[in-house]
């Protein structure tokens, strides 16, 4: 389902070249023949669940973690057999990791510091660079002394100072509270935009991937379940793991009763669903739809289940209505503005559009 | 301050009052007897202890000993502590087994162990001599030499510890966050994790300068009469001499060397402190 690429978005894609990486611990192989690429300038973000190995690979790029086979290619040259220091990877840690026998700005002077700049060269840019993440009139605190968004502001201008080829960055927003978060997404993506920056966010949270990256890598584990841009992740999610990690879904279960004209026709628990696909009569699927595209008020061509309410949740912009589910079967409908008129325990009918639907194979 | 923590401060009245009655007040006593003379106060004792050549020889030699044990413990304690921060299940038990099972071997036991292998015709000798790199017998025993082998031997433990537990409570991402800004081990080690670990090196060091400017038994043990220091001449004073102004205005001399030395520390660890 991903989208279709000419051999000219291949080769752009090619600044960032992971090829065959492979890790296991204590003979366990955590990640098998991961193969990965990052066009220069873009924003990347690899999505998962906790373990899903997407801190491994970050730490395999930044070269913080050896791995058993494999290649990391930066800008065409092969990085694989260097130590940490001679990547020129720069990395934003969850934690920040400042060094906190240091102020401000010496944190931030530390990377050209080591490149053997003396301390009368690096003024100029670490001055430069605090004023970009507005930290200027903080450079001769001690960093213990700021709040965890000041923090993150000095980690970043310590990373971006030594223009690093790459900037990696680790669940970078999960300290933040949930309003600083969105504001620093956004001054974040606006700053590394500007400055040409090819960057990999590590996170395990979907809004923030959808939020700051050009495309998202949704790991699960230790392989790439899709990699695409964040419209397609989410309008066609390549396999029920995406769509249930990337966004809310209704979404049920069920075997293929009939195949004709390109439709398949799926018999479930709450009635017949049918969507474009081409499977043999027999297969075990699961079908699905976004919440926001289901309507209560379906017209005789859509499909049409019937779905007993156990919540109304009014939150003011969107009204959410909560079907009892049933095993893995999920029932979740979304309605712009206020909506009243529905009880708890009522018995409704839902329907969307058949090429609204998403249709996955699964194990039976 | 509110009312809860008043009150859990009056946990420490015990261990306050234990202190108070076993430790400062024999101490003001002892205090007390350096400057009590026949007819009044007086500082002769310490006139006296200061123009003898002797007195001074022993001072400077208990300093220079104290130093040279914490010296030699810290250059041997600061990669062990490193090593052991680093390591694993096992390997850190069989460490902390190797630091704190000598503690329980008397010192006795070990200096006349040592006294095996330093004397004339003890292991090291026979084996210099055997290699050719030496042909007499080198004296070692009944030297300072072997006096600061042994102390550092001994203290080495107090020295470890401090600084194993700042090194092992160092955030990991510190160093590799060095590392991706292009710092090499060097770069790394010299910036980032020495001056982190400096409070564990400071606390360290006091506790082993403190040990060895007293230490009594170690000395007596391994120099004998021949190179004494502060606390030989305490005991010798009290013990031999019944000189009781002598023995107490040495003890006031070691006293103030100590108090010297934490208050120096603290000032220090409040220094590097303030910085983190």
Redesign the interface.
């Known amino acids: 389902m991903q989208p279709k690429t000419t051999e000219q978005d291949q080769k752009s894609h090619r600044y960032l070249d992971v090829v065959g990486v492979t890790k296991s611990f204590k003979g366990t192989v955590v990640m098998d023949q991961m193969n990965f690429r990052v066009a220069k300038g873009e924003l990347v973000s690899l999505l998962g669940p906790s373990g899903c190995g997407k801190t491994t690979l970050l730490r395999i790029i930044a070269g913080l973690l050896e791995a058993n086979t494999g290649d990391i290619v930066l800008g065409g040259r092969n990085v694989s057999s260097l130590p940490a220091h001679k990547r020129n990877i720069s990395v934003v840690f969850q934690n920040y990791a400042l060094f906190p026998h240091l102020t401000v700005a010496e944190n931030v002077a530390f990377g050209l510091r080591a490149r053997g700049m003396s301390s009368a060269d690096v003024k100029a840019p670490v001055a430069d660079v605090l004023a970009l993440v507005r930290m200027d009139s903080f450079a001769d605190r001690p960093v213990s002394a700021l709040s965890g968004g000041q923090q993150q502001r000095v980690a970043v201008a310590r990373a971006l100072v030594v223009s690093p080829d790459l900037l990696l960055l680790d669940e970078p927003f999960s300290a933040l509270d949930r309003k600083l978060r969105e504001t620093m997404q956004i001054e974040l993506k606006a700053l590394l935009r500007s400055r040409g920056i090819t960057a990999i966010f590590v996170t395990h949270d979907q809004e923030e991937a959808m939020g700051v990256s050009d495309r998202i890598a949704v790991m699960s584990n230790g392989k790439i379940e899709q990699f695409a841009e964040p419209s397609v992740l989410y309008a066609q999610p390549a396999s029920p793991f995406v769509m249930d990690f990337v966004g809310l879904s209704t979404r049920m279960s069920g075997r293929v009763t009939a195949q004709a004209d390109g439709i398949a026709t799926v018999e479930t628990g709450v009635g017949a669903v049918r969507a474009h696909a081409g499977y043999t009569v027999g297969t075990m699927v699961q079908v699905g739809v976004r919440p926001e595209l289901i309507t209560p008020d379906p017209s005789a061509e859509m499909n049409q289940i019937k779905v007993q309410l156990n919540d109304v949740m009014t939150l003011g912009s969107k009204t959410v209505l909560h079907g009892i589910s049933s095993g893995e079967d999920k029932f979740l409908c979304e309605l712009s503005g206020i909506r009243t008129g529905y009880a708890r325990g009522e018995t409704v009918t839902w329907g969307w559009a058949v090429a609204d639907t998403l249709i996955h194979e699964v194990a039976a | 301050m509110n009312a809860r923590s008043d009150r859990i401060a009056l946990l420490a009245v015990p261990g306050l009052a234990f202190l108070a009655v076993i430790y400062a007040l024999p101490l003001l006593l002892l205090l007390f007897k350096s400057i009590q003379g026949v007819d009044g106060l007086t500082l002769v004792t310490y006139i006296d202890f200061f123009s003898d050549e002797f007195n001074r020889t022993v001072l400077w030699r208990t300093l220079r000993v104290a130093l040279l044990t914490t010296l030699l413990a810290l250059v041997i304690a600061y990669p062990t502590a490193f090593a052991m921060a680093r390591a694993k299940g096992i390997w850190l038990t069989v460490f902390l087994v190797a630091l704190v099972l000598p503690m329980s071997l008397g010192v006795i036991v070990k200096a006349f162990a040592w006294s095996i292998l330093f004397r004339s015709n003890g292991f090291i000798n026979t084996t210099l001599q055997t290699l050719g790199i030496t042909d007499e017998p080198v004296r070692m025993l009944f030297t300072e030499t072997a006096l600061v082998i042994g102390a550092a031997n001994v203290f080495l433990p107090f020295m470890v510890l401090p600084i194993y537990s700042v090194i092992r409570q160092l955030?990991s991402?510190?160093p590799?966050?060095?590392?991706?800004?292009?710092?090499?081990?060097w770069?790394?080690f010299t910036?980032?994790t020495l001056?982190?670990s400096l409070p564990g090196v400071v606390a360290g060091s006091a506790f082993t300068f403190s040990l060895a400017i007293s230490m009594y038994v170690i000395p007596s043990l391994i120099v004998g009469e021949r190179q004494q220091t502060l606390s030989m001449l305490i005991a010798r004073s009290f013990l031999y001499l019944r000189n009781e102004p002598l023995g107490s205005t040495i003890s006031a001399v070691l006293l103030v060397i100590a108090i010297f030395v934490v208050l120096f520390s603290s000032w220090l660890a409040g220094r590097?402190g303030a910085?983190?």
């Open positions: 955030n991402s510190l590799e966050a060095a590392s991706s800004l292009g710092a090499t081990p770069f790394r910036r980032v001056p982190l590097l910085r983190q």
